[in-house]
C-alpha cells in the first residue's frame, strides 16, 4: 500500500494513528505557508482541520481521486482555503459582510476547489508554451519580459498569443461535463 493510499484510507476510517501521522507529516508546511502569508498558528490549525474536513468529505460523498500525491492535494486544499481567508478579511475592511454559517461557507470552500482541480486538469493540456506563457503572465510577468523569453517580435504577439491560449483554455474548461455542474451550484 502506498502512503497516499494509506492516508486516504486512514482518513476515510477516522483511524486515529493515521490522522496524526498526517498532522505529524504535513500541518509544519501548511504552518509555514500561513504564516508567511499573514496568518497565525491558529488560522493554520484551522485551515488544515478544515481542508482534512473537505476532503473526507469529498472522498466519502464524491468519490474524490487524488491525481498526485496525497500531500500535493491537502497543501493545495489548504492554500485555497488560506487564500479564501485572506480575500474575506480583505473585504471586511472595506465593507460590511453578512456572516455566513459553517455550512455555506465550506460549500463555497468546496466549490472553489473543484473549480481548482477542474482548471488544473484542462490547464495540463493544454501545449508546452501556452503553459509556459500563462504562468509567467499569471505570476506577473510583464508582456515586455514574455517578448524577451519568446523571442517574440513584439508585445502584439505576446497579447495575441496569450490571447489564444486563455481562449484554449476556456474552451477545454466549458467543454468540460464537470464545468456544467459547477456552474449550476
Known amino acids: 500500500m502506498s502512503n497516499d493510499t494509506y492516508f486516504i484510507e486512514g482518513l476515510c476510517t477516522g483511524e486515529k494513528t493515521v490522522l496524526k501521522e498526517i498532522y505529524d507529516q504535513f500541518f509544519t508546511k501548511v504552518k509555514t505557508f500561513v504564516l508567511q502569508n499573514k496568518g497565525a498558528v491558529t488560522d493554520a490549525e484551522d485551515v488544515f482541520h478544515n481542508a482534512l474536513i473537505q476532503i473526507y468529505i469529498r472522498l466519502k ?3 474524490l481521486v487524488i491525481k498526485s500525491s496525497f500531500e500535493a492535494y491537502l497543501f493545495t486544499t489548504c492554500k485555497n482555503l488560506w487564500r479564501r481567508e485572506l480575500n474575506k478579511k480583505r473585504v471586511t475592511k472595506h465593507k460590511v459582510i453578512e456572516l455566513e454559517d459553517k455550512e455555506t461557507e465550506n460549500a463555497y470552500a468546496l466549490l472553489e476547489q473543484e473549480q481548482w482541480e477542474l482548471y488544473i486538469e484542462k490547464f495540463q493540456l493544454l501545449s508546452e508554451n501556452c503553459r509556459k506563457v500563462l504562468t509567467l503572465l499569471f505570476n506577473g510577468t ?6 524577451k523569453i519568446f523571442s517574440y517580435s513584439s508585445k502584439v504577439v505576446a497579447r495575441q498569443r496569450v490571447f489564444k491560449c486563455k481562449a484554449k483554455l476556456t474552451k477545454l474548461i466549458q467543454g468540460d461535463d464537470k464545468f456544467s455542474k459547477i456552474k449550476k451550484l
Request: charged share 35%; glycine share 0%; proline share 0%.
Open 61 to 63: 460523498n464524491r468519490q
Open 142 to 147: 510583464s508582456y515586455d519580459e514574455i517578448v
